[in-house]
């Protein structure tokens, strides 16, 4: 009989690219997932971990024992489900991984309207970029993440996971307060702030940008929203705002006529496959929605 903690563990190392990486995730020593896995190995008798330089890479054998592991898990997410709908009411705690303005906007809204309908229902909310955070729900270190994507890129989502979207969020083009850009080569003249160059807000900001006829010089760089509306309204920089950022800081900004004004970021509600139909995830997800159909959220 294989030891399902153990499968976990080399599934991480398959989802990390390491046994290093795999043991800071889950809070393990590097010594005790290898002496876990080593077991795992006298288990199954066959090898599924070899060395790669100085790294580890699963075999084949390895490989496809984590194809199988997934199964199991997706198994086991909807037996849980099936066993909560028993209840025939939301209840318990699951952890829901978030991003920045969204859990400034719209979350805190949302945990009052899931409080008081489902008073058995404890929503613990943390905040990860969306990398981590689909690397952290994918090894069950979280129950669900709330997340964003872009026009024209991947929202990050992969197999084993099950994505719903809960709302739109327009993004507008704001220029540095008090400046006009008559042209495409006027506009590359000005610094923008942008999130980091690999994640898919700047990919798609910079699309916008190339097809506008421009290739931005981004001077700043930086995951926090709220410091590129600063830059703006201090006329230190360009930025794309979400509606949602604006509405909650109050801010009196006017969005370029120049920069196109029709494009939004989908807001989504990623779980597990299998997970899915759980009462919990749904009561915190229906009050999402709810929330993110407010005109002050919209």
């Given at each position: ?17 390491s ?20 077991q795992?190995?006298r288990?199954t ?9 100085r ?9 496809e ?6 199964t199991v898990?997706a ?18 705690a ?22 008081d309908?489902?008073p ?10 969306p990398?981590?955070?689909?690397m952290r729900?994918a ?8 997340t964003d994507?872009f ?16 709302g ?9 307060t ?7 080569e ?12 690999e ?5 798609w900001a ?11 010089r981004?001077q ?29 800081t ?13 494009q939004?970021?989908?807001i989504?509600f ?29």
């Amino acid at each position: 009989m294989l030891d399902l903690n153990r499968l976990r563990l080399l599934r991480e190392v398959s989802l990390r690219g390491s046994m290093s990486a795999a043991a800071r995730s889950l809070s393990y020593s590097h010594s005790a997932i290898s002496q876990q896995l080593g077991q795992l190995e006298r288990e199954t008798g066959v090898k599924l971990l070899e060395r790669a330089g100085r790294n580890v890479q699963l075999t084949k054998a390895g490989l496809e024992l984590v194809r199988n592991t997934e199964t199991v898990l997706a198994a086991m997410e909807k037996a849980e489900a099936d066993l909560a709908s028993s209840h025939q009411r939301a209840q318990g705690a699951v952890t829901v991984a978030a991003f920045a303005s969204i859990s400034r906007a719209a979350i805190p809204a949302a945990l009052t309207r899931i409080i008081d309908a489902h008073p058995g229902l404890e929503v613990r909310i943390q905040r990860y970029e969306p990398e981590d955070a689909i690397m952290r729900l994918a090894s069950r270190q979280v129950d669900a993440i709330i997340t964003d994507s872009f026009p024209g890129t991947s929202s990050g989502s992969a197999n084993g996971l099950h994505t719903t979207i809960i709302g739109q969020d327009p993004i507008r083009g704001y220029l540095p307060t008090g400046l006009q850009v008559p042209d495409a080569e006027a506009a590359a003249t000005l610094p923008w702030v942008m999130e980091p160059a690999e994640s898919a807000s700047a990919q798609w900001a910079l699309r916008v940008c190339r097809e506008r006829g421009f290739e931005p010089r981004v001077q700043h760089v930086s995951s926090d929203l709220l410091f590129h509306l600063r830059m703006v309204e201090r006329g230190l920089a360009a930025a794309f705002l979400p509606d949602m950022l604006i509405q909650e800081t109050g801010s009196r900004l006017q969005p370029s006529n120049w920069l196109p004004a029709d494009q939004s970021r989908t807001i989504l509600f990623i779980a597990r496959k299998g997970s899915e139909r759980n009462l919990a995830l749904n009561a915190v997800q229906r009050a999402l929605e709810e929330e993110l159909r407010q005109p002050e959220n919209m």
